[in-house]
């Protein structure tokens, strides 16, 4: 006797219910996953601005070195040149703020060549490129007459730069004249992830060197 036997699926589909729950699962764990990992990047970006903070530390102590100050606040015609052997380092206009005098004087070489003093000093750091930020309409022009030296700029270039912080928003802030800080130096901070300065107020996030 012939039996006609219909052949079952071996594939069941999920059920709307089913579904749901996976998709409720997926959520929480996203959820979960993404303030681990936001966490991770901004204690990486931390590590970073405490490491960087530190090489620009040491870089301008090899620049007070060499020239017996530490590069000022402002570098403009208004303000004392700095010298080495009775020469000075040509004055611009658009170096008009600590931290474009931090990456000018750090980034540059400066070239002394008179017949009674002839060194080369400098760059004393290398900058993360991704990080300069070029001043729109500035550059290191050399407008001064003085002779005897040559300023190269920042990698051989005379333009004006900021430098950001990783956390890609605000330059890191430098200041040698008067630092409420460390008083017989220079104060460098980042404003931290936030990215609001909170300079004195104890929840503060800056990443500072004092």
């Not at 991704?130 to 333009?159: H, R």
């Not at 004249?177 to 996030?205: E, H, Q, R």
Request: charged share 15%.
């Amino acid at each position: 006797m012939h039996k006609n036997c219909k052949r079952k699926s071996s594939f069941t589909g999920f059920t709307l219910i089913e579904l749901l729950i996976v998709i409720v699962i997926m959520m929480f764990l996203a959820g979960i996953t993404i303030p681990i990992v936001s966490s991770i990047q901004t204690n990486a970006k931390k590590g970073v601005t405490s490491a960087q903070i530190s090489q620009l530390g040491i870089a301008l102590k090899q620049f007070e070195s060499d020239f017996g100050v530490f590069p000022p606040d402002s570098y403009t015609s208004s303000d004392t040149a700095i010298t080495v052997g009775s020469i000075a380092i040509p004055r611009d206009e658009d170096l008009s703020s600590g931290t474009r005098c931090l990456i000018f004087f750090l980034g540059s070489q400066f070239i002394f060549t008179s017949s009674s003093f002839t060194a080369t000093y400098g760059p004393y750091i290398e900058f993360k490129r991704s990080q300069l930020s070029q001043i729109s309409g500035a550059d290191f022009s050399d407008t001064e007459t003085i002779a005897d030296i040559s300023v190269d700029g920042v990698n051989g270039q005379p333009n004006v730069y900021e430098y950001k912080d990783p956390f890609g928003t605000n330059n890191y802030s430098y200041v040698s004249t008067s630092p409420s800080n460390n008083t017989a130096s220079f104060d460098i901070y980042s404003y931290g992830p936030d990215k609001t300065d909170n300079s004195g107020v104890s929840t503060s996030d800056d990443i500072t060197n004092w």
